[in-house]
């Protein structure tokens, strides 16, 4: 399971870190109330989104600040009585949001973790969030790695961001390419929020991957987007902006099969009621977001969270 759980911040101010507007005492309210709300309303998702009860082996979240609010949704949200454990990366992005990364201990054993830096400083752009890697012992004694992350949004102008989501991609190509070279049968999930939909730059040159198929290549990064095209046009998507639907949240696998649904499809967004609301202008439905600008909402999240059911062969 994938998702970004816009803005998942706690209520004190990180030293170092320009987090002032989710303070009790800022513009945009963010009181502990609000802040526990959340993260009940965050587990209850995590704990619902399996029809036959089993929960997800691997969470990857977008935009969560810390190690408080990692280790508050683990032990006093829903999700507390579920051995989930979890690792997170420290980046130097200057708001102080971070991805991490759940996992289900009866059925991961950690080995490892570690951050991989993207040099955003030294070509000239903000610093953005770290590539979390994190690798374990999965039934059967194969090693699985799983690789979580968030690459720059589009604020700042189309070129600019387009040139820093491109330098973040090459680092997670390079990050992948270097797995894929020392670890003869690679077993690998790549999870996150893209800010970029299926027929973006940096899906055709970049991370190149081949569409899911049920041969499975040693070594070869597969993408588990929707099995047919004509589904990419549809009201359907992670995030709806300005009206219009977009698929900008992805899972990308090697070594691993991917199970369809009765849709034909590899990766399905959780469309579960309560994360809807009415958008008034477009017509249609959209996400419910925490935050409209800066006056809180109510919501949980402006993306949808997907899903992927996959098996090792």
């Not at 009585?81 to 949001?97: H, I, K, L």
Request: aromatic share 10%; with cysteine; charged share 25%.
């Amino acid at each position: 399971m994938e998702w970004n759980v816009e803005n998942l911040f706690d209520c004190q101010h990180d030293t170092l870190k320009n987090d002032y507007e989710f303070l009790p005492e800022a513009e945009r309210r963010w009181t502990p109330y609000r802040y526990w709300c959340k993260l009940d309303e965050v587990g209850k998702v995590i704990m619902a989104v399996s029809e036959d009860g089993t929960l997800p082996t691997l969470v990857g979240l977008c935009e969560v600040e810390n190690d408080t609010v990692m280790r508050d949704l683990t032990k006093r949200s829903p999700l507390r009585n579920v051995s989930y454990g979890y690792v997170m990366t420290d980046s130097p992005d200057q708001r102080g949001v971070d991805v991490a990364l759940l996992y289900k201990k009866g059925m991961f054993r950690l080995l490892g973790h570690e951050s991989k830096r993207v040099p955003s400083v030294e070509h000239g752009f903000s610093p953005t969030r770290d590539i979390l890697h994190a690798w374990g012992l999965i039934h059967g004694g194969d090693t699985l790695h799983a690789i979580v992350c968030h690459l720059p949004s589009r604020s700042g102008g189309l070129t600019q961001s387009d040139r820093h989501r491109a330098l973040a991609a090459r680092t997670l190509r390079g990050l992948i390419d270097s797995l894929q070279t020392s670890t003869p049968r690679l077993r690998l999930v790549v999870m996150g929020d893209f800010n970029a939909t299926p027929s973006d730059v940096i899906f055709r040159e970049v991370l190149r991957p081949l569409r899911a198929s049920q041969e499975i290549k040693p070594n070869m990064l597969y993408t588990l987007m929707p099995a047919k095209k004509k589904d990419l046009l549809k009201e359907w998507g992670t995030y709806r902006y300005q009206g219009l639907w977009s698929f900008i949240d992805h899972i990308l696998v090697a070594g691993l099969r991917p199970i369809c649904d009765e849709k034909g499809h590899f990766v399905q967004p959780i469309t579960f009621p309560w994360l809807f609301e009415a958008n008034k202008t477009y017509g249609g439905l959209q996400p419910r977001r925490t935050f409209r600008g800066p006056s809180y909402h109510g919501g949980i999240s402006d993306h949808l969270p997907i899903v992927a059911d996959v098996e090792v062969p």
